[in-house]
């Protein structure tokens, strides 16, 4: 479903000078500094969507067009986050059948599974979710998606080595190329979209 960052992290997993030390340019040449801090952010964000990871602490807004349905597949009729690891659900809105409102639904009217992948969302025990206007975006969840910390215990450390591996490509080659095989970026972020599913 879409989604958006709505809050960014406050900072980027890789540091501009740790970058550097990895490219072997020398701490006092600074003419490149915003360039590589542009790629680090746009490294950071291929990581991101390829594996499904938020990386660094942010908040997310994602919107789906319907409430899902109780079937064989999905039992307890749960809503699925695109990003892991959640934090914390804000809230869980939707557009009300009556008038299309955007209605805040009440937390204790839902659980949140944060130990899933992807996280799950679903109404509490003998409850339904709401009736809602029939429109594009009729659901839309707010959540907090990230480690608190790259220390952080679980933190995929071979994404941060991806960063490096693309941050490098993009500095090293400042043309568009094609190739023909995943090379050792998308090798390593397999290791974590895989564990996503």
């Known amino acids: 479903m879409p989604w958006t960052v709505t809050t960014g992290p406050a900072l980027e997993p890789v540091s501009t000078a740790e970058m550097k030390t990895w490219l ?11 360039l590589i801090g542009d790629l680090i952010t746009a490294a950071r964000k291929r990581v991101e969507r390829y ?9 997310i807004t994602e919107t789906f067009d319907e409430f899902p349905f109780s079937d064989r597949l999905n039992r307890h009729a749960a809503l699925k986050l695109s990003m892991s690891p959640v934090q914390s659900v804000t809230s869980v809105k939707y557009k009300a059948q009556s008038d299309g409102t955007l209605t805040t639904w009440d937390s204790s009217n839902y659980n949140v599974d944060l130990t899933a992948h992807p996280v799950r969302i679903a109404p509490v025990y003998d409850l339904d979710w709401p009736e809602i206007y029939d429109e594009i975006n009729a659901v839309e969840v707010v959540y907090v998606a990230g480690y608190t910390a790259t220390s952080d215990a ?15 490509a993009a500095y090293e080659n400042r043309a568009d190329f094609a190739k023909r095989y995943k ?11 895989i564990r996503q599913v």
Request: proline content about 2%; charged content about 20%.
């Open 24 to 34: 072997k340019v020398e701490s006092g040449v600074t003419e490149d500094d915003a």
């Open 51 to 59: 594996t499904g990871t938020a990386l660094l602490t942010q908040t």
């Open 154 to 168: 679980n933190f995929p450390s071979e994404l941060i080595t991806a960063i490096k591996y693309e941050v490098a």
């Open 183 to 193: 090379n050792m970026s998308e090798a390593l972020m397999d290791l974590v979209a």
